[in-house]
């Protein structure tokens, strides 16, 4: 059973701050994603990453920046939170480069940016 | 470019009627995929169903079945005998590439009341 697990399910930050968003999941996929989900924008990829070290931006990756040190864990940065941002943030893996997989996601991170 | 919009932002029904969400979709591939995921309110994305760009059988499965029209460039679902539990938001995706990425609609809230 793949299971996909994010590291808070609600964050509070200041504005400025740094945050990290983790993401592991449990079943060798190569692929790693992360969203962002905004009331009537429906989910947008921020940035997803192939292979340990690759990372490929999305469609707004300005503001954040990832890391892929190793297969199951995929870290989101913030590295000046700003209110902007506030929003849910949802991580989702898939097997392979195929086109056809579909994504598991977490539970998702409500961020919170005072 | 790749688009995928799903116009109804919300719908309401009584328990015990069918209904049907919407789904049309924008690509230049030959090639491509095409998938629903239900998010219910503890947030988490659930995948419903893929469906490639050769294969225009609709599916069944139970209460659920989908549509899918090459020629309307659509990929419509619908609950028959839809149930309380039904109630969440439906998000239809479209793959793009060989890549497993996702192009998100903006998603229908669906209520059902008992």
Redesign the interface.
């Known amino acids: 059973d793949v299971k996909v697990t994010q590291s808070s399910r609600y964050l509070v930050k200041r504005t400025g701050e740094k945050v990290f968003l983790e993401c592991v999941q449990d079943m060798d996929h190569e ?1 790693m ?1 992360w ?1 962002r989900q905004d009331p ?6 921020i940035y ?1 990453s ?1 292979d340990v070290k690759m990372k490929e931006k ?1 469609d707004i990756p300005e503001g954040y920046s990832v890391s892929r040190e190793k297969k199951e864990r995929f870290s989101l940065i913030l590295e000046s939170a700003s209110t902007n941002q506030t929003s ?1 943030y ?1 991580c ?1 893996s ?1 097997l ?13 991170t409500r961020l919170t940016v005072l | 470019a790749q688009k995928v919009t799903q116009a109804q932002t919300e719908i309401s029904v009584v328990e015990k009627e069918d209904v049907t969400l919407d789904c049309v979709y924008e690509t230049r591939d030959t090639t491509y995929y095409l998938f629903w995921y239900k998010q219910p309110p503890s947030g988490e994305l659930v995948f419903l169903i893929r469906r490639n760009s050769f294969d225009e059988q609709n599916e069944i499965s139970g209460r659920y079945s989908w549509n899918f029209q090459k020629s309307t460039s659509s990929f419509n679902f619908t609950i028959t005998a839809s149930q309380v539990v039904d109630s969440a938001v439906y998000f239809c995706a479209l793959s793009e590439g060989n890549t497993d990425k996702l192009i998100f609609g903006t998603g229908t809230r669906l209520q059902v009341f008992p």
């Open positions: 692929n994603f969203y009537g924008l429906g989910l947008r990829l997803f192939y999305g849910m949802l989702a898939s392979e480069l195929a086109g056809d997989n579909e994504q598991f996601f977490g539970p998702g």
